[in-house]
């Protein structure tokens, strides 16, 4: 028995299976690459930074974008932290970033300073 997919779905898997987050630090702003494109924080709009853990994230519910396969990106919302982009590959070293606009948490496979 052989299974035939579509080619959208072939080029869905491809772009998942290479999924790649890099995360640029500097001294003006945190630069996210993630599969859809670059989001740039700059330094001078956060208001608020801290760790937090996978237990904060309970209760969460995605918006828009993936959640768990290959990873956690998009839009998300919980009652605790409020509307948040979410850009992890696994749910370790969470960071919490507030600025003016948006909530961000990211994650990485070493703890990030800012």
């Known amino acids: 028995m052989k299974i035939y997919f579509s080619?959208?779905?072939?080029?869905?898997?491809?772009?998942h299976l290479n999924i790649r987050l890099i995360i640029e630090i500097n001294k003006?702003?945190?630069?996210?690459?993630?599969?859809?494109?670059?989001?740039?924080?700059?330094?001078?709009h956060i208001t608020e930074s801290r760790i937090i853990s996978k237990n904060d994230l309970k209760g969460s519910l995605r918006l828009f974008g993936s959640g768990g396969f290959m990873g956690w990106f998009g839009i998300f919302?919980?009652?605790k932290l409020?509307?948040?982009?979410l850009y992890s590959g696994?749910?370790?070293n969470l960071h919490?970033?507030?600025?003016k606009e948006k909530n961000y948490i990211i994650s990485s496979s070493v703890p990030i300073e800012l």
């Not at 080619?7 to 772009?15: A, G």
């Not at 003006?28 to 001078?44: A, C, D, F, Q, Y």
């Open 90 to 92: 696994d749910l370790k």
């Open 28 to 44: 003006t702003k945190i630069i996210i690459s993630h599969p859809i494109g670059k989001t740039v924080i700059l330094r001078e």
């Open 77 to 79: 919302h919980n009652n």
């Open 7 to 15: 080619k959208e779905f072939d080029i869905y898997l491809y772009i």
């Open 82 to 85: 409020g509307k948040y982009q």
């Open 96 to 99: 919490y970033i507030v600025t």
